[in-house]
């Protein structure tokens, strides 16, 4: 027998890291993971031809530790959650993005429009984006943050939407 559905949230949640916001133009490629990639953060993308040396074009990876600022031209935008998948390793609806693709896996990348990702520290709606490029403690590359840090580099096109008091998920948009 089975049993039906009783209760049903009335506002679903809204903000979840890696989730698409939707309603406006977007730009999302597909890319095979190269090494593990958390969901909601900035990937690389590769652009090399098959066989040589650096990311193949099709493939993404985890942004490197020390990655120097014209390296950001190279980012395949954010790891998307994929909530039509079998279950992340790690737990992906976390505020630190823990969940990841394995190195094989298919992942949609957000080139341009807009993302929840988790933000390190409080952020201010309007501001340029600083993204992680070299890890820290529990903080993986990729991550974001309001305002130039060690170990972060201003993305040249993303500002956040949303303000939030401290770490926490906050609306950025990639143009």
Not at 50 to 79: E, F
Not at 160 to 169: E, K, P, R, V, Y
Request: hydrophobic share 40%; net charge negative; proline share 5%.
């Amino acid at each position: 027998m089975n049993i039906p559905q009783t209760t049903y949230p009335i506002v679903p949640s809204e903000a979840v890291n890696g989730k698409a916001d939707q309603c406006q133009f977007e730009d999302i490629v597909s890319r095979t993971a190269l090494n593990a990639v958390p969901v909601g953060g900035f990937v690389l993308m590769g652009t090399a031809a098959p066989g040589s040396t650096g990311i193949s074009d099709g493939q993404c990876k985890i942004i490197p530790d020390g990655t120097l600022v014209g390296a950001l031209t190279a980012l395949a935008g954010v790891a998307l959650m994929d909530f039509a998948r079998s279950p992340f390793s790690g737990t992906a609806n976390t505020d630190s993005g823990s969940g990841q693709y394995a190195a094989g896996d298919d992942v949609q990348c957000m080139r341009r429009g807009r993302v929840w990702m988790y933000a390190e520290g409080a952020v201010t709606a309007g501001n340029p984006v600083f993204v992680r490029v070299t890890a820290a403690g529990t903080s993986v590359t990729g991550q974001v943050k309001d305002g130039a840090a060690a170990n972060f580099v201003q993305h040249p096109t993303a500002v956040f939407m949303t303000s939030t008091s401290g770490n926490g998920i906050a609306l950025v948009e990639i143009k």
